[in-house]
Nanobody, 117 residues
Framework: VQLQASGGGLVQAGGSLRLSCAASGLIFSINTMGWYRQAPGKERELVALITSGGGTNYADSVKGRFTISRDNAINRMYLQMNSLKPEDTAVYYC????????????WGQGTLVTVSS
């Protein structure tokens, strides 16, 4: 399995970024996928998930600002992040979804999002 997140960067508060996730080595289309993030000194947390059929769910902290989507034809997932806040600063990762994050033993390359105030 290979999972590579990209699209992070430095943005001012209120700005937007779009993250991409390239997945290989798994049957992408049948997996519920998730975006996770880990801020400095904090545990990794689930930001958003998307089911194989396109159903979505979001952490309360990003609801209404972030939108998760996927393109099963090319094994990619996206996270559109709008109205970014300094507290969104973190390394963002994509992975399959598991309600118990510690059971996910493989983490690909994340992408750093820094939101300045």
């Amino acid at each position: 399995v290979q999972l590579q997140a990209s699209g992070g960067g430095l943005v001012q508060a209120g700005g937007s970024l779009r993250l991409s996730c390239a997945a290989s080595g798994l049957i992408f289309s049948i997996n519920t996928m998730g975006w996770y993030r880990q801020a400095p000194g904090k545990e990794r947390e689930l930001v958003a998930l998307i089911t194989s059929g396109g159903g979505t769910n979001y952490a309360d902290s990003v609801k209404g600002r972030f939108t998760i989507s996927r393109d099963n034809a090319i094994n990619r997932m996206y996270l559109q992040m709008n109205s970014l806040k300094p507290e969104d600063t973190a390394v963002y990762y994509c992975n399959t979804y598991d309600p118990i994050i510690r059971r996910l033993t493989y983490w690909g390359q994340g992408t750093l999002v820094t939101v300045s105030s």
